[in-house]
């Protein structure tokens, strides 16, 4: 009979801190938002200043691959010209970078 009371203390006992677990995940919590999360929200503020500093007569680089001038600009579009007499309405967030001048003359 004394062994079914040990078992019962056995099981009751505390196993090991509780403070670890929550240190851990802590941890893992801040690793994240420094290696995933904060690069992302800096690309994302990047991106944005570069849409905002847009201007007429900037070459720019589309998503798409689209490598064109903009010839026009509202709140949430841009005009682009792709050749001589061919324009196009984009996005402006479809914006992936504004390139140097003249390579739309030599692409």
């Known amino acids: 009979m004394d062994f079914l009371i040990q078992n019962a203390y056995a099981q009751g006992a505390p196993q090991g801190g509780g ?22 929200q800096k690309r994302q503020k990047e991106h944005a200043a570069l849409v ?3 201007k007429v007569g900037d070459e ?3 998503t798409g691959g689209i490598l064109g001038i903009v010839s026009g600009i509202s709140d949430h579009y841009a005009i682009v010209k792709i050749a001589d007499n061919t324009e196009i309405k984009i996005q402006k967030s479809s914006v992936a970078s504004v390139v140097p001048k003249d390579t739309f003359e030599n692409a």
């Open 52 to 54: 905002s500093a847009l």
């Open 19 to 40: 403070f670890s677990p929550i240190l851990i995940m802590v941890a893992f919590i801040a690793l994240m938002y420094f290696m995933m999360i904060r690069p992302q």
């Open 60 to 62: 720019i680089l589309t």
